[in-house]
């Protein structure tokens, strides 16, 4: 029973960050919400850095990457960093810059695909709109620009789909076009107009002091009154924004046994959340950092979906950044980075593929990820995976001292092979890396599923890294 209520506690905050975070803006704030409340102090990557060893840090670039170390007590410039990354963001539909569609009588939203999405998935569902929009305050030269984030709750569109009666061919193969076929419904023409006048000239029928024109011509003016509602500021106050559609359909934990979780974005929140929640629960007394002579770090990136490639991916130098103002802190001597950089391991998370029942000819036959087996080990001999021997035996040998279940991935040979940003991160620093995910099924679906106990599994794996990796690292030699 005890062991079950622990399983369901981890479980149950996975669900809670899960449902707080639709996107990888709220993602990063729910992480700066837990780091905060941790004893994690903010530092900001524009100003000086005031480090001291047994302390506590962490710091975010663009609101969607975020980075926390802490330091060990025992950590002198030179040694190693030991570091869990994952990424914040997942498929999505993210609105376009003219985001103003109107067809046959409805308005629609523009939209753009982000990412490898299982598109087919976002039909007749209940969506909703979140992500963060630049504000306006004060006006003339008093005015400022602020970075808000914006959720709208309740069900604002919908992608419906054809009807079979108007398409006989749709059960032998429904191909999405993604121009098309996406935008989501918003409202019809007639009650938006409605709507409109309402909202032009006031409940009193005079006209309001203003109108964004500029906004309107790009947006739905409807559109914008709802922002601006939930965003507690006007219409006109709205100068930009990065908003994506969500379904407002809640995580939660389910099956008839309540063994797995559904919801969307498990890849790759689920490896966020275990990753932070580790670093936090390994660093959360006085007596966790006495002895270590390293530093623990998470890093959690945008825009592993897209390649990584923008200022707040993985392909940016923002881990590096931060593992070289850290060396260079404690000491000037620029040798002492690349030193520590040779020192240091880096556990790449992120979701793997567990057995699929009714497609098993799709798994390779000696590596088939199941649920309840723990984190998956993912090989690949073509580099799309940074796992070597020497990387997957220090995570295996971590988890036989504290007996959690671990499984290896190897794709077909007559399938292409996914990445991660274990290879960008490895070639692009030069750390040892392994690759490895917890076993979900419905990856990129709008809708995904894993196991409950799994997540337990990961978040204690992760945290036996953080606090055993110093002392197995001692005993294991190989360019010598």
């Known amino acids: 029973m005890a062991k079950e209520k622990e399983e369901s506690s981890v479980a149950g905050d996975l669900i809670d960050f899960l449902n707080a975070s639709p996107t990888a ?58 570091i869990v990354g994952a990424h914040t963001d997942s498929p999505c539909l993210k609105l376009k810059p003219v985001s103003k569609v109107s067809k046959g009588g409805y308005l629609e939203v523009g939209v753009q695909t982000y990412g490898g999405g299982l598109w087919h998935t976002w039909f007749d569902r209940d969506l909703t709109i979140a992500g963060r929009m630049i504000i306006k305050e004060g006006k003339g030269d008093c005015a400022s620009y602020s970075h808000r984030l914006v959720r709208i709750q309740e069900p604002i569109m919908r992608i419906p789909t054809l009807a079979i009666h108007l398409d006989r061919g749709v059960n032998d193969g429904f191909k999405v076009n993604a121009q098309s076929h996406l935008a989501p419904v918003l409202a019809t023409f007639i009650k938006a107009e409605l709507n409109k006048v309402v ?40 100068c930009d924004f990065e908003l994506q559609a969500c379904d407002t359909q809640p995580s939660i934990i389910a099956g008839a046994l309540k063994e797995f979780i559904f919801s969307g974005r498990l890849d790759n929140l689920c490896m966020s959340f275990c990753s932070l929640k580790a670093l936090i629960d390994a660093t959360n007394s006085e007596k966790s950092l006495e002895d ?62 567990a057995l699929h029942p009714n497609y098993m000819d799709k ?45 290896d991935f190897v794709v077909r040979n007559d399938m292409p092979c996914g990445s991660t940003i274990g290879p960008i991160l490895a070639s692009g620093t030069g750390i040892q890396t392994v690759d490895i995910g917890a076993p979900q099924l419905s990856m990129h679906s709008i809708r995904e599923m894993c196991a409950v106990d799994d997540v337990k599994h990961s978040y204690e794996h992760l945290k036996a890294f953080y606090e055993d990796f110093t002392r197995l690292d001692a005993k294991i030699a190989v360019d010598i």
């Open 25 to 82: 803006f709220h993602a990063v704030d729910e992480a700066k919400r837990k780091f905060t409340a941790a004893g994690y102090e903010q530092i900001f990557e524009r100003g000086d850095w005031d480090l001291q060893a047994g302390n506590k840090y962490f710091f975010t670039r663009n609101y969607s990457t975020i980075v926390a170390f802490a330091i060990g007590k025992k950590y002198v410039a030179g040694n190693g960093f030991h």
């Open 199 to 238: 909202a032009e000239n006031g409940p009193d029928g005079k006209p309001n002091e203003s109108s964004n024109t500029f906004s309107n011509q790009k947006h739905h003016s409807l559109l914008l009154q709802l922002l601006a509602a939930h965003a507690d500021c006007k219409p006109d106050d709205i």
């Open 292 to 353: 270590e002579t390293g530093v623990r770090m998470v890093a959690l990136f945008d825009h592993e979906e897209v390649g990584s490639s923008s200022a707040q991916g993985a392909g940016s130098p923002v881990m590096f950044d931060a593992l070289s103002r850290i060396t260079t802190f404690f000491s000037p001597d620029s040798q002492l980075l690349e030193k520590a950089i040779q020192k240091s391991f880096l556990v790449s998370a992120d979701m793997a593929h």
């Open 363 to 407: 798994h390779e036959e000696n590596h088939q990820s199941k649920l309840h087996s723990g984190l998956v080990i993912k090989h690949n001999a073509n580099q799309r995976y940074a796992t070597n021997a020497v990387t997957a035996f220090i995570f295996r040998e971590i988890a036989a001292k504290h007996n959690l279940p671990v499984q």
